[in-house]
């Protein structure tokens, strides 16, 4: 064979391998990573009810110890998690050895050490299942049912990224004022018949208290994070100003999140990413209210972005606050990996997951019906955003790849 039939045939070879490569095995491997999705999805859902029960079966470590070494860079608690029950029981119903004020912020809340030594935030219920809050979608005080209801809908959709919350009734007079440090203590009162407390934080006030039903409170209890694990508080490049006629830049730029891919964390690594998933979970529970937000210290921007305080979500069903979703809208990309999840949880999946992930909640019915048809219209509209901007610059540039190992190591 000449030389130059040669070099033809070897550029045909070429060719031909350069088709198979883009056309072939990256379509395979799409499709393998869809599978996949796919599988998980499905896991997902056979596990979705949670019971709590008070047992640790086949290990002697107790639940605090396996909830800490659940907790990874990229994780609070891994996909598979049979002992989910047993930790969120011990949460709702181990003794209560020390109550003090909760740590600085702006809403009422008590740190609580249980048994074992475990630390928990209590929020306590400041509102009813149908009560609606009115005025800014940031208004009003925490609620804690949002907490529970944030927990489970950050399992439903694969982030694995909020820590723990389960529902918690204490009676303030037995198992909170003995053990209460002299500071707390000091916010104690009695409104009617009913024990009340009203706590230190910046817009605590004793004209304000949370009260009891008598002296039972219902509140939700958080899982503090292990302390091998400490945070590193950002402002969120999306916060706003909460200024009466004063706008950030992002709600006028239109060229904004071109200015935030050149600033670090969001110029490499998966924070830009995790911004758009949390703008997607903000959306849905109504959460405009995320100014800043946590990581671990020292990650180089590797660490996620940590799904804390999601307590001022779930307050009007009928407010539709779309600027959430600006992070999505303005830099045009998603996770395939989320993109996928959110179209599984299509025609009432969502709602119905919800439901039943939140049903052996102590404070259940967690949520009331308008809240959950909301989410189910909401996730509607997270769809059509990413398909206008699938529209405008295809999907090769507005899907994302980004499947990153986790280690349980």
């Known amino acids: 064979?000449?030389?130059k039939q040669r070099?033809?045939?070897?550029?045909?070879?070429?060719?031909?391998?350069?088709f198979t490569k883009v056309f072939l095995i990256d379509n395979l491997?799409?499709?393998a990573a869809n599978r996949e999705d796919q599988r998980a999805f499905h896991r997902m859902m056979t596990s979705l009810r949670v019971e709590l029960v008070p047992r640790l079966d086949h290990t002697l470590q107790s639940p605090w110890e396996i909830a800490a070494q659940w907790v990874v860079p990229r994780e609070v608690y891994p996909e598979e998690t049979p002992e989910l029950g047993a930790i969120m029981h011990a949460m709702a119903t181990k003794k209560i050895i020390k109550a003090d004020v909760g740590y600085k912020g702006t809403q009422l809340k008590a740190l609580l050490i249980l048994e074992g030594g475990q630390k928990v935030v209590f929020k306590p219920k400041r509102y009813s299942r149908d009560y609606v809050v009115e005025g800014e979608p940031y208004a009003?005080?925490?609620?804690?049912?949002?907490e529970v209801a944030a927990f489970h809908l950050d399992r439903i959709l694969g982030f694995r990224r909020a820590p723990l919350v389960v529902g918690r009734f204490v009676n303030l007079r037995t198992e909170i004022k003995p053990v209460a440090t002299e500071?707390?203590?000091?916010?104690?009162l009695t409104v009617g018949n009913n024990t009340c407390f009203y706590g230190k934080c910046y817009y605590c006030r004793e004209t304000e208290p949370a009260c009891a039903d008598g002296d039972t409170m219902e509140g939700s209890v958080t899982?503090?994070?292990p302390d091998v694990w400490p945070l590193q508080k950002h402002r969120h490049p999306w916060g706003r100003t909460y200024r009466e006629g004063k706008l950030a830049r992002w709600e006028y730029d239109e060229s904004y999140c071109d200015a935030v891919k050149k600033t670090s964390p969001y110029d490499s690594g998966p924070r830009l990413l995790d911004i758009i998933d949390t703008a997607v979970f903000d959306y849905l529970i109504g959460n405009a209210d995320r100014h800043h937000y946590e990581s671990f210290q020292d990650d180089e921007g590797a660490s996620m972005l940590?799904?804390?305080?999601?307590a001022k979500s779930f307050g009007n069903p009928s407010l539709d606050e779309r600027s959430i979703l600006a992070p999505l809208y303005q830099c045009c990309i998603i996770r395939v990996s989320t993109w996928n999840r959110l179209n599984y949880l299509k025609n009432g999946v969502l709602?119905?997951?919800l439901k039943s992930a939140m049903a052996h909640d102590p404070i259940s019915p967690v949520l009331s019906d308008p809240h959950l048809d909301t989410m189910d219209q909401r996730l509607l509209s997270i769809l059509a955003t990413v398909k206008q901007c699938t529209d405008q610059f295809g999907m090769d540039t507005v899907l994302v790849e980004d499947r990153m190992p986790l280690s349980h190591l």
Do not use: E
């Not at 500071?183 to 104690?188: A, G």
């Open 1 to 3: 064979m000449k030389l």
């Open 7 to 18: 070099v033809v045939l070897l550029a045909i070879l070429l060719v031909i391998f350069i």
């Open 29 to 31: 491997d799409t499709s």
């Open 140 to 146: 009003g005080y925490d609620r804690h049912n949002a």
């Open 183 to 188: 500071q707390l203590l000091s916010t104690f």
């Open 223 to 225: 899982l503090w994070l």
């Open 306 to 310: 940590i799904l804390l305080d999601n």
């Open 351 to 353: 709602k119905s997951a």
